[in-house]
Each structure stands twice: as C-alpha cells, then as structure tokens.
C-alpha cells in the first residue's frame, strides 16, 4: 500500500508540475478511493505534497517571468488570506457535519463542479471570450483570495479554478498559467498550513506518509517540470483537459461512495 501511495502521489505530482494542476488534485480523491486515511488527513498531506510540489517548481522556474512583482504581491497576498479562510470554513463543515464521510461527499462535489467549470471554460470558451490584464489592486487581491479560498478548502492547491482565472483574468496561455498558478498556490498552502499548526488543527496521521507523499511531491515536480520544457503548449493544452476529465469522475466516483 505505501509503494502505490508513493507511486500515486509522484505521478500526480508530476502531472501538476506539467500543466499546473496541483497534484493534490488528483492524489486526494485517488486517496479517497481507497480509503487510506481520512478526509482531513488527507487533505492535510495532499495540502503539504502540493505544497513541496510548488516550491521544487517554481525554484526550477526562477529564470522564467512569473507573475509581475506588483501583481504578484497582490495575488499571494489574496492567497495568503483566502488560505486562512479555507482552512476555517474546512474546519466549519467538519464540525457541523460531525463526520469525515460528509465532509469527503462536500470537497468532492466542489471539486468535481469547478473541474466541470473549468473544463467547459478551456475546451469550449477560452477563444470566445475576451481576455484581459486585470490592474486594480483590489481585484488582484479578490482573485487571490479566491484561489487561496479553494486550495485551503480542498486541500488540493485548486489548480483547476486557478487556471481558469489566470487564463481570463491576465491572457496567459497554458505553461505560464501554470508556473503561476503553482507560485500562487505555494504561498496560499504555507498560509494554511501556518493556520493548522497555530490552531492545532493538525490531524492524527502515520508519519511515513507525510515522509512518502512530500518526497513524492518534490520528485514529481522536479519531472514535471523537465517535461514541461519539452512538450509544447499545444500537447500541454491536450494532457490538461484529459486530466480534468478524469478528476470529475473520479471526483463523482468518490461523492457517491461516501454518501
């Protein structure tokens, strides 16, 4: 069972360093599915793999233009916010709900829904829609929270929604929404992460996974992220909406399990 965790974890890690996607996207659900740990376990290791993901990539990417300093400061602060936001509204439903089952059937149909979203957005309406570069600070801010929002709420870095905005918000094409998306969910991730300790939120978990998923994390994001410089954004676009396919049945899979 570790050896299929490690193996799942570095090949959906990879996939996110490819085209963006957190890896968390898909190792959460996979996770799910066979019921290793529970859902606020697993949100918490797939949070931090995502986490070690985006670092090992963006590293990797210091030489390519990221997101515009100003902007950028804008944006991660929005994720720094909306990832505490997340976090408590996570903790909310797990309350109120009283039950991991529950709280799995939320995450997966959010999940599964701005996967939907997001699929529709890039197969269907990407070259209909009118792009444009947002420049109003507050709007910056707004869209970060957004994304922060999802990534601490999911536990899963929300790559697909985030995508989706950088495409709209800011006419990036596929490979740089998707270092962009990964600089964005690193700060957003820390932030929660931050969160959960101070509140002591942490949850119950065998260590070696965390040690199995984080290594698994940075090794997929060090391949990802060589693949990346090889495959051109044509093929990037192709593997991106395959992936996203396979998330929201997985995703409906998982809801209809656990109600």
């Given at each position: 069972m570790e050896l299929l965790i490690f193996f799942v974890c570095l090949a959906a890690s990879a996939a996110g360093g490819i085209c963006g996607i957190g890896g968390g996207v898909i190792i959460k659900p996979v996770l799910d599915a066979l019921g290793v740990l529970s859902v606020s376990a697993i949100s918490f290791l797939s949070g931090l793999t995502v986490l070690s993901m985006s670092v090992i990539s963006v590293f990797r990417q210091r030489k390519a233009r990221l997101v515009e300093l100003g902007t950028g400061s804008l944006l991660a602060a929005g994720a720094v916010a909306g990832g505490i936001a997340g976090n408590a509204a996570f903790q909310a439903v797990k309350a109120m709900a009283g039950s991991d089952r529950f709280t799995g059937v939320v995450q997966a149909l959010v999940l599964a829904l701005v996967t939907l979203l997001t699929l529709v957005y890039s197969a269907f309406l990407r070259d209909r829609l009118p792009s444009f570069r947002v420049q109003n600070p507050l709007a910056c801010v707004g869209i970060g929270g957004i994304m922060g929002l999802l990534s601490a709420f999911l536990g899963i870095g929300g790559g697909p929604v985030n995508l989706a905005v950088l495409y709209f918000a800011f006419s990036m094409d596929t490979k740089k929404a998707?270092?962009?998306?990964?600089?964005?969910?690193?700060?957003?991730?820390?932030?929660?992460?931050?969160?959960?300790?101070?509140?002591?939120?942490?949850?119950?978990?065998?260590?070696h996974y965390l040690l199995l998923m984080t290594a698994a994390g940075v090794l997929g994001g060090i391949l990802g992220s060589r693949v990346n410089k090889r495959i051109s954004a044509e093929a990037t676009d192709k593997l991106f909406a395959g992936l996203l396919c396979g998330i929201v049945l997985i995703c409906l899979y998982n809801a209809w399990r656990f109600a």
């Open positions: 998707a270092a962009n998306s990964l600089y964005i969910i690193m700060f957003s991730q820390f932030s929660s992460f931050l969160t959960s300790c101070v509140q002591g939120t942490i949850p119950v978990f065998p260590w």
